[in-house]
């Protein structure tokens, strides 16, 4: 065998599932794992044949005639191949000195040019490494290829229906309907169709041929006279609900769509040093590395396909190397403060990295906690966005408390029940008058309600806030449960080019993501009921992120 072939079938090795890539030292949580519903579908014998069978292929495959193309994820695999035979995963060693090493290998004048925004920039900016950008779409071929025989097609089709009736059970467990899955199954459809030629989406869904891209509320992103797309953070929204309610890459009726999806964002992902990749871009900023993260590391999780293992490690090596060393978190810009909005996302993106097997620095959860810490008051009851604010911000107490939950935090903490209490009284944002439940803008003394008296429909808040109580469960998760279902079955556009489609016109967070980014919150809110199983059960269970 060739040196080139001996080094990608090393690659293809190291990535392989978690045996090779997870340090049972630190990421030991049998209990937790059996916690992602969509990860557990299949039976264990099942799941070791299709791990076995694929790999058997996979080598088969390896000692064919070379192919001429380079293969992005190849490209990737033998990255992460060095990372993981030179990177210094000694979790003891001093922060000052993790924090040196990581200054040199990516320092914040590597970032600049994302703050000088020009109207000539183009988003769509591609390194030189991936200037051939139909390597990725051969490596699917070959897994197609697999998927084409007798016994992997029959494995597929056996975890699919799992799913769908493990999926169908959860929802009348835990508060879903008919009227619910209903909605999500037309939000699907619209996001389906309008995926772009290239694999990927745009917020602004007007972009591309067909008359059904008249919908109203494109997102729009400017800065400094340039309309910037996002395409990465566009491309992530739109599978996460895909991914949500288990279509895959390998399984599902939507896997051609999400396949088409990955390998855009293969494509698009950038190498950075010791083998990150990153996902940065103007526009989406680290929201769109955030959503990526999630993608890659829940595709991963769920299908177990070794050709993902590189990008979603990528995406956790560069969240590591770009952690704020002192404050703990991440905002915009590398190493330029840090936010809980974006931390939110940073986090679930290593929760769903835990699940699946790879590696974390236990250092890194050290940090989020330090800065949750920061930016929370009452002992961590309450959230600000940047700092402790005295004000008590539902959207950042919502994620801030999620944090927690996914962190570690038992449900009799006391701070976590006060949390829990407050976003109950608060109840979902679903648009109505206050302080009475009526249509009509007048009070009951006929005077008019004030405009600052109406409160929002808040995607955002109710998206975290749904997460919260769903875990918490009891009678806060009930009484929130049916009034957020009801009123975004209610609220769905049902007929024309808009059908399955949502729209909330409440800040810049929806102006700028627009109609695609609305509707995949709420769907991803619908899907709550088999996302995740609790974590909170009648035993009691490991810290999620260890801390000690």
């Given amino acids: 065998m060739s040196t080139r072939k001996k080094e990608i079938a090393q690659s293809l090795e190291k990535a392989n599932v978690a045996e090779s890539i997870t340090d049972d030292e630190f990421l030991e949580d049998d209990q937790s794992e059996g916690r992602f519903l969509l990860f557990n579908v299949m039976p264990s014998w099942v799941f070791s044949f299709v791990v076995h069978v694929a790999l058997i292929l996979l080598m088969a495959f390896l000692v064919m005639p070379s192919i001429e193309n380079k293969s992005v994820a190849f490209e990737a695999s033998e990255s992460v191949s060095e990372r993981m035979e030179t990177i210094d995963l000694n979790l003891d060693a001093d922060l000052d000195v993790q924090e040196d090493v990581l200054e040199s290998e990516i320092s914040e004048e590597e970032f600049e040019i994302f703050e000088e925004v020009t109207p000539e920039m183009e988003v769509e900016v591609a390194m030189e490494e991936f200037a051939d950008v139909d390597l990725a779409s051969e490596i699917f071929e070959t897994a197609d290829e697999f998927g084409e025989s007798a016994e992997i097609g029959a494995v597929n089709e056996t975890v699919s229906r799992s799913s769908a009736e493990s999926r169908e059970r959860l929802v009348k467990e835990y508060g879903g309907n008919s009227a619910s899955e209903e909605a999500v199954a037309l939000a699907l459809e619209w996001i389906v169709k309008h995926q772009l030629p290239d694999g990927g989406w745009s917020f602004d869904h007007r972009i591309g041929d067909g008359k059904f891209r008249n919908s109203p509320n494109p997102g729009v992103i400017e800065y400094e006279g340039a309309r910037l797309y996002a395409r990465n953070g566009a491309t992530a929204m739109a599978l996460l609900p895909l991914l949500g309610q288990g279509h895959t890459h390998l399984a599902g009726k939507y896997k051609k769509e999400v396949r088409r999806g990955i390998e855009y964002l293969m494509q698009k992902g950038q190498p950075q040093k010791s083998g990150s990749i990153s996902y940065y871009e103007p526009g989406g900023r680290f929201y769109s590395h955030g959503l990526c993260s999630i993608v890659f590391t829940e595709a991963f999780a769920m299908s177990q396909d070794p050709l993902l293992a590189p990008y979603a490690q990528g995406c956790l090596w560069y969240l590591e190397q770009t952690q704020h060393p002192s404050i703990g978190g991440w905002k915009y810009i590398p190493f330029k403060d840090s936010d809980t ?85 608060t109840g979902p944002l679903i648009g109505k008058k206050k302080p009475y439940d009526k249509d009509s803008p007048y009070d009951k003394d006929n005077k008019k309600i004030p405009d600052d008296e109406i409160t929002p429909y808040d995607m955002y808040y109710n998206y975290y806030g749904t997460q919260v109580m769903k875990q918490y469960g009891g009678e806060e998760w009930t009484n929130w449960n049916e009034v957020m279902r009801d009123s975004l079955v209610e609220k769905q556009d049902k007929t024309g080019i808009k ?38 059960g009648q035993d009691v269970t490991e810290d999620e992120f260890p801390l000690d």
Avoid at 394 to 418: F, Q
């Fill in 499 to 536: 059908a399955g489609s949502w729209f909330f016109n409440h800040n810049h967070a929806t102006n700028k993501g627009g109609r695609l980014y609305c509707t995949a919150m709420a769907c991803m809110t619908l899907e709550v009921y088999y996302r995740y199983l609790p974590l909170y």
């Fill in 341 to 425: 909005s974006v931390v939110g996302w940073q986090v679930m993106a290593f929760k769903s990295g835990k699940l699946s097997g790879l590696q974390i620095n236990k250092k890194t959860y050290k940090l989020i906690d330090k800065f949750l810490n920061y930016v929370s008051t009452d002992a961590g009851t309450f959230y600000g966005y940047d700092t402790p604010e005295k004000r008590r911000n539902k959207s950042c107490t919502a994620v801030g408390i999620l944090c927690r939950m996914y962190m570690g935090w038992d449900k009799e903490h006391p701070s976590l029940n006060k949390a829990v209490k407050f976003l109950s009284d």
